[in-house]
């Protein structure tokens, strides 16, 4: 009973709500049950039901119809409910909708915007699928959420996103740019325009044709024949037309229709044609030769008063009438506006008018300018500037009456005695002035400077013995005295100048200097010592760079004493002490550099003293010796005392450094016996392989074999693992006896140095030169075995089959030492040329590739360039060469070889200043000859020269 009670209850219940919606519709009757209203509803709207998610009804119970009961709290009525209680609007009455709104929305949901602008990538063209539910709290926090990470992943995104943008902006710029930057370059070189080319660049003409140009040629309808003929037979002999009366000559009979009627065709015939009389030839010429005096007045007078232009050939003077200072008309004019406003405002202000005269002088208003300047002087009388620019202006004697007049309103101005006195052509006057302005200015150093150099020397010295009284503090005219005077004198006036300066530096060291340039060589330190001392005691701090500055100027005057004086009293000064070598050291290549070799040397020889223990200072002496000065230099830095050499031994007894570097010097010097010497003490005191190895070659060199061999054998005994000692006695057996010997000192050598790659090559190439192919080919597959992945030994393995003929086991060869060694540039430069010649310049870009800046490679490369004729490509490869490893010999022999063939003899000698200055120790070809015996003296130079007799273009 309940439940269908409840059933029916469900029922009218929306019943009841369904005929309240169609009533309040107002256009459909009520419907009849709530089953019509689902199947109506249903078909208005398909997609989605109107009662699923609306409020539910004003005091609805779920479940009411079925015997549930509700209830209702305090909370539910009012005073027991929390302000801040969320309203519980889950049972609130449904809106009101009706079928003709339902019908209305289906039509609009059929009737979507398919626009782009509608277009969501999300929710598509329907827009959100939950739109039409309510907005609630949750809802409002989750899209927070989403837009802060949606933020955050834009965020994250960004920098990559902006370089991405930047990166296509600057791709399209590059495929497409602008007008401007396509002509930025053009831009650019229009500073480097001149001004005459400017000027002569032609006027842009008128690409029009003759009719468009001219309105002359303006289509008209001819007159015809008739008309004439008429009018001839009246007699009329006029044959102009009146364009504003429309009349033909003088006669009354209009044109048919007058001005008012058209012609055929359009056009007045004649109008635009001019009568014989309209224009006055004669008062055109009157006109143009009057501006043409106007303009040659203008020019005609200079800053010399002679005419610059030539009236018969004004035409190529015009040029003249340009202004030079490159200013528009009217910024002139703007610019005379404003100086007068200065000079009226303010008459006495001298910077006015003499700008206002410069201004008139630039535009080519001479006589203006000097108008203007000498109006500035009667305003500004007390003005040197003023007056000084009026004597610039006024020619010849015109400036000398204006300089007078200035001396009698400034008397004391030394500025205008100058300028009275450089006005002056005869030097009798020039005198005279000079010595009237003494009179008047007697404290003037300029005036007495001037004045003396017109003097004799006799005169010069009675003058500046009255300018030193005049101007004591002035040590120019102190020293100038002093050089003019006998030595006894100079000595006085250098003693009365340090009385009156005391602080000046340069009066001790001229003192120093005289006294060096008269002998007294043992005065110049005692100068020098007492100059610091009194500087000091005076307050003047010594500054130790200055004072250096001094010592080169004494080295370059040829003042040896005092230079080396001045260095030994203030090198140092002001140095911490573990800073000392260091910053002696640059002091000395300082001077070196800057042409002063005694300084470098008084350095060098105090640097010496200091520290007698410093292998790095002797070899740094001897070798600044070695280049700008002798032996007897080197061992004239110690005592006297010690004897030459003993000095440097003494204080190195155990440095191999510095033995050698005697032993090198004393066989330069062709001091055979006592490079001798040096090396038995060398071998009693420092018994190093170095040395003995220096013993045995300098033996082998001056030709005494046996010794040699007895020196090597007694080295080999001590210091059996040195290999250079092994390759030094195979090399002598394979000068002076059999090759057996050679070859057993060779395989002793590797038995006690297998690692050595050069005892390697040595063995493999005695046994090619004595034909044993074979065994040579052995030996280098067993030294590869010992060393692999050595570059030297596979390039030598590689060689040896093409001496031999065989090119496709030397291109087998070089193919396996690519694979071992792939990134070796000697390699990749023998391969380039193992190609043939169509295959050179492919293998030539993968070695490139492989070893991009290895010297061999850009050396192979270049002579690539050479052998294909491509001079300036291959000497900049050359240039490139060099310049990465300018200690590769075989470099600078072939560069030179190539200037000798396609270069001058600038650029000869320019490659072979190059090579002696950067000193190459190494390359195959250069080594060769320069570790050659009979090549032992030579210099960098002569074996440059050698070298690059022994290459052939066999490339």
Not at 190 to 206: A, K, N, Q
Not at 220 to 242: C, I, M, R, W
Not at 249 to 277: E, K, Q, R, V
Not at 462 to 488: F, G, H, K, N, Q
Request: proline letters at 5%; a neutral charge; glycine letters at 6%.
């Amino acid at each position: 009973m309940s439940s269908s009670s409840g059933k029916q209850g469900s029922k009218n219940a929306s019943k009841g709500s369904s005929g309240g919606s169609n009533s309040s519709g107002g256009n459909l009757p009520p419907l009849p049950g709530s089953g019509a209203t689902s199947s109506l509803m249903g078909s208005l709207n398909k997609k989605k039901k109107p009662f699923l998610g609306m409020p539910a009804p004003l005091g609805y119970v779920p479940g009411l119809g079925r015997g549930a009961t509700g209830f209702t709290t305090r909370s539910d009525i009012g005073p027991a409910r929390d302000a801040n209680d969320p309203v519980d609007d889950r049972h609130a009455p449904p809106g009101k909708r009706t079928v003709g709104d339902q019908m209305k929305k289906n039509q609009d949901d059929d009737d979507e915007d398919l626009n782009d602008t509608n277009y969501d990538e999300f929710n598509g063209y329907a827009g959100s699928l939950f739109s039409s539910g309510p907005y609630e709290k949750d809802d409002e926090e989750a899209d927070a959420i989403y837009a802060a990470l949606d933020k955050r992943m834009d965020e994250r995104r960004k920098e990559r996103r902006e370089l991405r943008e930047k990166e296509e902006i600057e791709k399209y710029r590059m495929e497409r740019p602008k007008i401007q930057q396509q002509f930025s370059d053009l831009k650019r070189k229009l500073s480097e325009v001149s001004e005459e080319e400017w000027l002569s660049i032609p006027e842009v003409g008128d690409a029009r044709n003759k009719r468009q140009r001219n309105p002359r040629y303006e289509k008209l309808t001819p007159v015809p024949d008739s008309f004439f003929a008429k009018h001839l037979q009246t007699g009329e002999n006029h044959t102009t037309v009146d364009p504003l009366q429309g009349q033909f000559g003088s006669l009354n009979t209009p044109f048919p229709g007058g001005l008012n009627t058209p012609y055929p065709g359009g056009m007045t015939p004649g109008l635009m044609t001019p009568g014989t009389g309209d224009l006055d030839m004669r008062k055109i010429g009157q006109a143009r030769n009057t501006l043409m005096d106007m303009r040659l007045s203008q020019v005609s007078d200079s800053v010399s008063g002679q005419t610059v232009v030539d009236p018969k050939g004004y035409l190529t003077d015009l040029n003249s009438m340009i202004p030079t200072h490159g200013g528009d008309i009217s910024d002139i004019k703007k610019a005379r506006l404003l100086l007068k406003s200065v000079r009226e405002t303010n008459p006495h202000h001298p910077p006015a008018w003499i700008a206002s005269a410069r201004l008139e002088e630039v535009t080519g208003k001479l006589q203006v300018a000097r108008n203007l300047i000498m109006k500035g002087t009667e305003m500004c009388p007390k003005s040197e500037d003023v007056w000084l620019e009026a004597a610039r202006l006024q020619p010849g004697d015109t400036a000398k009456a204006v300089v007078a007049q200035a001396v009698r309103h400034l008397p004391q101005s030394v500025r205008i005695y100058i300028r009275a006195a450089e006005l002056e052509t005869d030097v009798r006057a020039k005198k005279r002035v000079l010595r009237k302005a003494l009179e008047n200015v007697s404290k003037s150093v300029r005036l007495w400077k001037a004045a003396v150099e017109l003097e004799e020397p006799e005169d010069a010295r009675i003058m500046l013995s009255r300018a030193v009284e005049c101007c004591p503090t002035s040590v120019e005219l102190w020293l100038a005295l002093a050089r003019l005077e006998t030595y006894e004198n100079a000595r006085r006036v250098l003693n009365k100048a340090r009385e009156n300066i005391p602080t000046d530096r340069h009066i001790w060291i001229t003192a120093a200097k005289l006294e060096e340039a008269n002998g007294n060589t043992q005065m110049v330190e005692k100068i020098i010592d007492r100059a610091i001392t009194s500087l000091r005691a005076n307050g003047v701090e010594i500054n130790r760079e200055q004072w250096i500055q001094d010592s080169e100027e004494c080295d370059k005057a040829a003042s040896v004493a005092t230079c080396q004086a001045v260095i030994r009293a203030v090198i140092g000064i002001g140095i911490e002490e573990e800073d000392c070598k260091h910053t002696w050291m640059e002091d000395a290549e300082s001077c070196v550099s800057h042409g002063a070799l005694e300084c470098a040397r008084a350095i060098y020889a105090h640097a010496l003293q200091v520290f007698p223990s410093k292998k790095s200072v002797w070899l740094r002496a001897a070798y600044f010796e070695k280049n700008h000065g002798t032996r007897e230099r080197l061992v004239g830095f110690p005592p006297p005392s010690l004897g030459p050499g003993r000095w440097v031994f003494q204080a190195n007894p155990n440095s191999e450094e510095i033995w050698l570097a005697a032993v090198k010097l004393e066989s330069e010097n062709n001091e055979y016996e006592r490079a001798r010497r040096l090396l038995a003490k060398a071998r009693s005191s420092a018994p190093t392989a170095r040395v003995f190895m220096k013993s045995v070659k300098l033996e082998w060199v001056l030709g005494n074999i046996e010794a040699a061999q007895e020196l090597c054998t007694e080295a080999l005994k001590h210091y059996e693992d040195f290999p250079k000692l092994w390759m030094m006695r195979g090399q002598i057996e394979e000068q002076s006896g059999p090759m057996d010997r050679a070859r057993e000192a060779y395989n002793q050598g590797l038995k006690k140095c297998p690692h050595s790659i050069s005892l390697w090559l040595l063995l493999s190439r005695l046994e090619e030169k004595a034909g044993q192919l074979t065994r040579a080919r052995a030996i280098l597959e067993k030294s590869r075995l010992k060393n692999p992945q050595n570059p030297d030994l596979w390039l030598e393995s590689v060689r040896l089959e093409y001496r031999a003929g065989l090119k496709n086991i030397a291109s087998t060869l070089m193919a396996k030492a690519l694979q071992e060694c792939p990134n070796s540039g000697i390699l990749w430069a023998e391969a380039v040329f193992l190609e043939a010649r169509p295959q050179r310049k492919t293998k030539s870009v993968d070695a490139l590739k492989k070893c991009e800046h290895d010297p061999h490679v850009l050396l192979a490369v270049a002579k690539l360039f050479w052998s294909e004729r491509k001079i300036t490509k291959a000497r900049e490869w050359f240039l490139r060469t060099v310049k990465i490893e300018p200690d590769l010999g075989d470099a600078w022999a072939l560069f030179y070889k190539f200037e000798l063939q396609h270069g001058t003899e600038e650029q000869q000698a320019e490659v072979r200043k190059r090579c002696e200055n950067a000193e190459p120790r190494h390359g195959e070809l250069w080594c060769a000859e320069s570790k050659h015996i009979l090549n032992w003296q030579k210099k960098i130079g002569e074996i440059l020269v050698l070298v690059a007799a022994k290459i052939k273009n066999t490339f």
